[in-house]
């Protein structure tokens, strides 16, 4: 049994992976703004109401993980904010708001929870293939894959700082997937994997894939792009 914290757990492929790894007796931390009732109902799953662009919302996972779990095991960074929108058009303030949730979210997270992380601890940054292949990217999601591309990068120095004390990072690049968000984005367009096939590939590598990688980034994608 290992301690898995979750986030964007609300819908898509965070609330696959919130039930899977609860449904396999581990216990899970689901984090998001809004809690289905079906993740409150399972008793392995602890829900906390948590904005990550608001850094002092997430005094609510330190004072939990303090007083309760007291380590954690896994972290999966899956929490994600899509604007699509051309360049020109895009604020500074909606700019800023992409990378509050996509960037400085997952840094703030993860710096709460190191002190709770031991040898053999993971954690898994849920990325895109917008952040790292080229120009094979969509038009008007400059703020989106800009800052997936910010993350891949943090997670490579963070494997590099704390590699001596065997915590792992590592990132996945997903493809399309057919989640709530991708549909509000691209309405009628059919991703060619759904949610829950895709948490199945990211659940059992939350759980093994720091045995074989540290620092890396992995593209999870059959299709270009």
């Known amino acids: 049994m290992k301690n898995i914290i979750i986030t964007g757990t609300s819908r898509g492929i965070g609330y696959e992976l919130a039930l899977q790894f609860a449904n396999a007796g581990h216990n ?48 999966i960074h899956n929490a994600g904010s899509l604007l699509l929108k051309p360049f020109g058009e895009i604020s500074a303030v ?41 120009s094979m990217k969509f038009a008007g999601l400059s703020a989106y894959s800009s800052s997936k591309g910010a993350v891949i990068t943090l997670s490579e120095l963070l494997a590099e700082e704390y590699k001596e004390k065997g915590i792992s990072f590592n990132v996945l690049a997903l493809g399309a997937v057919q989640t709530e968000m991708l549909h509000e984005a691209f309405p009628g367009y059919e991703a060619p994997i759904s949610a829950k096939e895709m948490a199945d590939y990211v659940f059992n590598f939350a759980l093994t894939g720091n045995k074989y990688y540290n620092g890396k ?9």
Request: overall charge positive; glycine content about 6%.
């Open 94 to 134: 909606e700019f800023e708001n992409v990378y509050k949730v996509n960037v400085f979210g997952v840094a703030n997270l993860t710096r709460i929870c190191i002190p709770f992380l031991r040898k053999g601890s993971h954690v898994v940054t849920i990325s895109s293939m917008g952040g790292i292949q080229g």
């Open 28 to 75: 899970v931390l689901a984090i998001s703004r809004k809690t289905p009732q079906t993740l409150i109902e399972n008793p392995n799953i602890t829900c906390l109401s948590v904005d990550l662009s608001n850094e002092k919302d997430l005094e609510k996972v330190a004072g939990f993980l303090s007083q309760t779990w007291k380590k954690a095991d896994v972290i």
């Open 217 to 225: 980034v992995l593209q999870v994608s059959s299709t270009t792009p």
